[in-house]
């Protein structure tokens, strides 16, 4: 599948990756039965069966030591 790069924060404390925005930079795969390739075989078709899988390529632009704040346990 096609890698669409992202950019993103990455928390060490839990390996979380919070992506803000894709980049608009593709590596194309060539594979014809993937969907965002430029050889894909149904490019005329508007509901191909084909899956539209995006791989990411992360960027890391902040990185925080501590856990994500949605993964820290509540105290009790």
């Not at 990455?10 to 590596?27: K, Q």
């Not at 995006?54 to 509540?74: F, G, L």
Request: aromatic residues 8%; glycine residues 10%; charged residues 20%.
């Amino acid at each position: 599948m096609c890698l669409h790069e992202i950019v993103g924060d990455y928390w060490t404390g839990c390996g979380h990756f919070h992506g803000r925005y894709f980049t608009g930079v593709t590596s194309d795969c060539g594979s014809p039965r993937c969907k965002t390739s430029m050889s894909h075989m149904h490019k005329t078709a508007r509901n191909c069966g084909c899956p539209s899988v995006v791989t990411e390529d992360r960027r890391v632009q902040n990185m925080y030591r501590t856990p994500h704040p949605d993964c820290v346990r509540p105290s009790r």
